[in-house]
């Protein structure tokens, strides 16, 4: 998932400081009221409740609700309802220190067309988001990898409406609508526990597509086919609107989208092709060995995307001269066409003999031109630990690290900018490190503190509000809870 911070930080930080302080006591009383509640009998809650499960030991907080899941599921209707909030904030460093709320509100519906129709192999679903909140990555941090995955510009917005057909035995299927391609391709599982947005949607994508390509919060028309060869073999390929919902590069998507509806749909800016092969191994559920030591599961992947459409060029403006240049037109260059080349690693490396304890690491790597391209590598990587503690079988907890590097063309800009009389820092590589627990109150509850702390923050621009220094590392702490209702 991933948060374009494309937009300027406010020159008025004091006050939006004070604004994002009444809101933070708000939801710092929900988190604690939340936690007393957690922290109850359980058992006893459960004892009363003689449904098959109880409170605490449902699936999602409003169970069946009163028998409509089970009447909607005879039709084949599957409702689904979360909520994500979150407080985050800098301790030090950064544009300035503070802390905001965010939160995300995702509703979906899905429709089995056998159950419903008896007409095998089809589902159609719709999804909606309501986003509510600041963004600290922002307003506080000025950072290449923004620090929350669901960090967005507040609106209620169509996300994805599609239809998918199985075919050939369930051996192939093809999907046809407004989809979010970040729920296929270039993902990792294990990568998928941690908060900072580029462990799910990575930097190369997100900075180097129109808009951070169809990804959360935003989504795109286009056509995905999948087929599985072989057991242990899938092939992922797409083709989609690469602007998402249309304008120029450098402007917000989200800004630009009237009322951020998400039903503005663009097919005048390019196309974007994408796809993937995935190899598996070792995929049998743990439980199916026993006592017997199992093969450990992994997962591999390489992948391509290429954009058509045009991209502005890093450094030139369109008569050949260095942008930096007072003679420059101002325009860039418009270099045709972009791509990106990536792998992806999700390997267990230890697991329990006949108990849930295991550990999972995780590697993703991506590089795109650096003419064309504000960020020309990135990496992501760490590890995962399943019931790290005892009696905590449900629980995870992760290390993680994130690399961006600013392209040489970008880089050259800058000091093009020097050689005329503006001098600016030389633009390089930003790094972050990732502390992370998710706690498992209950199948529909999770908690999870997080730590981050961001190494040469932009990889190293000045701080707007004081132009004598760069942006200082910064030291970020947060709770984030997870229901699903």
Not at 48 to 54: E, H, I, K, L, R
Not at 208 to 222: K, M, Q, R
Not at 323 to 338: H, K, M, Q
Not at 456 to 485: K, Y
Request: glycine share 12%; charged share 15%.
């Amino acid at each position: 998932m991933h948060f374009i911070s494309r937009t300027q930080p406010s020159t008025n930080g004091t006050a939006r400081h004070r604004g994002a302080g009444c809101r933070c006591r708000r939801a710092i009383g929900f988190v604690a009221l939340a936690l007393v509640l957690g922290c109850g009998t359980n058992a006893a809650l459960a004892d009363t409740d003689n449904a098959p499960q109880g409170f605490w030991q449902r699936d999602t907080l409003l169970g069946d609700m009163g028998g409509v899941r089970p009447w909607l599921g005879t039709y084949g209707v599957t409702f689904s309802l979360s909520e994500i909030s979150e407080i985050l904030g800098n301790v030090t460093g950064g544009i300035h220190t503070g802390a905001e709320y965010d939160g995300l509100t995702t509703m979906g519906l899905s429709l089995d067309t056998d159950k419903a129709f008896h007409w095998s192999g089809g589902t159609f679903n719709v999804s909606a988001l309501q986003l509510h909140g600041r963004n600290l990555s922002a307003d506080n941090l000025d950072n290449l990898q923004t620090v929350s995955g669901i960090e967005s510009n507040r609106a209620t917005r169509l996300w994805e409406l599609w239809y998918d057909q199985a075919f050939l035995d369930g051996k192939a299927d093809v999907k046809l609508g407004q989809q979010s391609i970040d729920q296929e391709f270039i993902a990792s599982q294990y990568s998928a526990l941690f908060v900072n947005t580029m462990m799910g949607w990575p930097m190369v994508p997100s900075a180097d597509l129109y808009a951070g390509g169809p990804a959360y919060p935003l989504s795109s028309p286009g056509i995905r086919l999948r087929a599985q060869p072989t057991d242990a073999v899938t092939l992922l390929a797409g083709v989609f609107d690469d602007n998402p919902p249309g304008g120029p590069f450098a402007n917000d998507s989200q800004l630009r989208d009237g009322e951020a509806s998400g039903t503005r749909f663009n097919l005048g800016t390019g196309a974007l092709w994408i796809g993937e092969i995935q190899y598996a191994v070792n995929q049998s559920p743990a439980k199916t060995c026993g006592s017997v030591v199992c093969g450990l599961p992994g997962t591999y992947k390489l992948g391509a995307w290429y954009d058509t459409a045009g991209f502005p060029d890093q450094r030139y403006d369109n008569t050949g001269l260095s942008l930096a240049n007072p003679a420059s037109s101002g325009t860039a260059r418009t270099d045709r066409g972009n791509f990106s080349l990536y792998g992806v690693v999700d390997q267990m490396v230890w697991r329990q003999t006949g108990g849930p304890r295991s550990i999972g690491v995780f590697a993703r790597l991506m590089g795109a031109p650096s003419d064309r391209n504000q960020i020309e590598l990135s990496l992501n990587t760490g590890v995962d630990v399943k019931a790290p503690l005892p009696g905590r079988d449900d629980d995870t907890c992760g290390i993680g690290y994130g690399l961006a590097q600013v392209s040489d063309s970008a880089s050259a800009l800058d000091r093009d900018q020097a050689t005329f009389g503006n001098p600016v820092p030389v633009r390089g590589m930003e790094h972050f490190v990732e502390l992370t627990y998710q706690y498992q109150v209950a199948p529909w509850w999770q908690l999870q503190p997080d730590f981050q702390y961001v190494i040469n923050p932009g990889g190293g621009i000045q701080n707007p509000l004081n132009t004598t220094q760069t942006v200082g590392d910064e030291a970020v702490i947060g709770l984030r809870t997870t229901i699903t209702f």
